[in-house]
């Protein structure tokens, strides 16, 4: 789904109610469900029933309340603001833009889809900050539509590139074409510091991945892929590390020949050459897609669990490092090395309502990190429960040095069982994917490498 065409849909409300539930009321209210012959009180049940599984809040200023329900619409996206603020949590803290979601029954990926586009559009800070301000509905609608067309492909003047970024693509690209490269793969910063001269003698194939997601992105050539990571908290490999793992996810990698890799200090000015297999690393992702078709475990939702994981390794929580376990895939297997800790918090709840790659469950999902044990997900990413502590009934001899015994159980699950792993950990803050008892990836934080 365009960002365009739910903008369009979007409709904008003034909120006066003072708290959550009376907001979504205010909000429900808003939509002639006459038209639809449909009863709010339907609607407000489905709602009530997502937020008691988890909160809803996306970040400090925003909440998503949502739900899918029985009606032929396709979706409905209903934008409200506060001037004053609703008191959306139980400390009574007060939210100022609440967006209500509601998708029609029966497909359960458009309604994680209609929710990424909305989280996606408000992902700015400084975004949500001007809607907050904005004077009345009519200046949101202004601001909505324009961010919109901002997302559109535009020309940007040409940037001053740095002379080295220059040069290091001219000498990246005489290595690619002699070593018959399959890929090019440029992680940095931005999209307009790409210099795209040098780049025109390349013909083969472009993999970008910048970690500052941005509008003004200019693409002339054929044969490139853009990857937008917003994980800046990464060393400058792991940068493009998670730029493979993409691009293999994404099937414009073959596993056999080389990717030369072009990286700069924090993305900026571009000053090493890195030659890869991506086969070496990436194995996880390869033999997936080939051997496992029948238990193969969506891509997405690793690539959703690492990205909490980077999340969780920058963050930690109030302020303390944080240590973490996803199990993803084979749960009919893992289940029978498991013991649950604590009571299950997800138990219960609709597969529908928790999904990991609902992106209104990311802060719940990280509240549960802090939990003892791990969190098992399921090949299509619905988290089956919290705080379980995996038995898995042999060790991993061959695993590299300093790891304990998250990672060690981690490996070993692995090594019994076709789940993959990701963890995070306490004391170092890397990132490490696990699959068939080995590391296949591990992800770094920069203040660790200092480059
Ligand atoms: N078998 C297991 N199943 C689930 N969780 C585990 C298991 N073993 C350890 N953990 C979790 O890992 C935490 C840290 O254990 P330990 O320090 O030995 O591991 P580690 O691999 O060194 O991880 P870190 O680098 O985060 O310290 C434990 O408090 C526990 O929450």
Known sequence: MEIEELVNSISVVELAAPSRLE???ELVDSINWQEHSFLPDVVMNAIEEREATAQTII???LAMPHAIIDWEGDHCVVFGRSREGVAYRATG????LIVLVLVGQGDHVRHLEVLAVVAELLNDEGFRRSLICAKAADDIRGLLAERCRQSRP???????LPLMSVAIVQHAVGLAESLSAQALLLALDRYDSIPWEPLACWKGRLLIITSKSSNDVVIKRDNTHLFDSPHNSLSRMDRANLGLLLAAAHGVLDHESDVVCITGPRGQTLDSITVTRPAIHFSAVFSMKEQRATTSISASVILRVLSLAIELAAEGREAHPLGAMFVIGDSRRVLKHTQQLVLNPFH?????????????????VKEFATLDGAFIVQADGTI???GTYLNPTSRVLDLPGGLGA???AAAAITAETDAVAVTVSQSTGTVTLFQDGKVVLTLERATLTRW
Do not use: C, M
Request: zero cysteines; a positive charge; glycine letters at 4%.
């Open 23 to 25: 907001a979504i009321r």
């Open 93 to 96: 803290d007060k939210l100022h």
């Open 406 to 408: 998250r990672h060690q």
């Open 59 to 61: 970040s400090g200023d």
């Open 384 to 386: 089956w429960s919290v």
């Open 154 to 160: 535009a020309l940007l003047p040409k940037a001053e």
């Open 348 to 364: 219960g709840f609709a597969r529908r309502l928790r999904n990991i790659l609902d992106p209104s469950l990311a802060e719940t």
